[in-house]
T-cell receptor, first 114, second 112 residues
């Protein structure tokens, strides 16, 4: 069965600090990879996605992620965080076929102090 | 224009009651999903429908019954509510294929 691990449960940063959130998945086949963000009291929004091609993907709000197939990883990065990035971040995968459910990691809470 | 909408946003009810949550999407997607987010914010798939046909049915109690009257709607009916059903329920939709899923605002269900 697929699983997703997010290593950082709670990350606390000051504004302008760099961010890297780890995500590893276990699945032997072809997968799609996603990072979603959930701001306090809001629904999940897609930050970025990887289906194929360039393993370095850029998303909204200055976020990027790198897919490293050999490490089964899809880490999220941002060079300089802002207070408004305070949120819950979820890594998710699904199989590269129609209509499969997302398997989520347990999420990482990011707190950014101004 | 709300892409994926859910009603109600909050639902407080007593144990043993039956309740429904409605979901509608106006994105023209073929596939819709229900996810449950527990108190630790862990998200887990419950059901998935493609063109009104059930394609994913995880190990969810029989008290939960999804219904899809058409491609744009996926409702969730819960019988005999229990304390452990308290959670946030998210509806999502996507095109049929390896595409991203779009989530609704969630319904916070509290069972007392």
């Amino acid at each position: 069965a697929q699983s997703v691990s997010q290593h950082n449960h709670h990350v606390i940063l000051s504004e302008a600090a760099s961010l890297e959130l780890g995500c590893n998945y276990s699945y032997g086949g072809t997968v799609n990879l996603f990072w979603y963000v959930q701001y306090p009291g809001q629904h999940l929004q897609l930050l970025l996605k990887y289906f194929s091609g360039d393993p370095l993907v850029k998303g909204i709000k200055g976020f990027e992620a790198e897919f490293i197939k050999s490490k089964f990883s899809f880490n999220l990065r941002k060079p300089s965080v802002q207070w408004s990035d305070t949120a819950e971040y979820f890594c998710a995968v699904n199989e590269h076929q129609a209509g499969t459910a997302l398997i989520f990691g347990k999420g990482t809470t990011l707190s950014v102090s101004s | 224009d709300t892409a994926v909408s859910q009603t109600p946003k909050y639902l407080v009810t007593q144990m043993g009651n039956d309740k429904s949550i409605k979901c509608e999407q106006n994105l023209g997607h073929d596939t819709m999903y229900w996810y449950k987010q527990d108190s630790k914010k862990f998200l887990k798939i419950m059901f998935s429908y493609n063109n009104k046909e059930l394609i994913i049915n995880e190990t969810v109690p029989n008290r939960f019954s999804p219904k899809s009257p058409d491609k744009a709607h996926l409702n969730l009916h819960i019988n005999s509510l229990e304390l452990g059903d308290s959670a946030v329920y998210f509806c999502a939709s996507s095109h049929a294929g390896p595409y991203e899923q779009y989530f609704g605002p969630g319904t916070r269900l509290t069972v007392t």
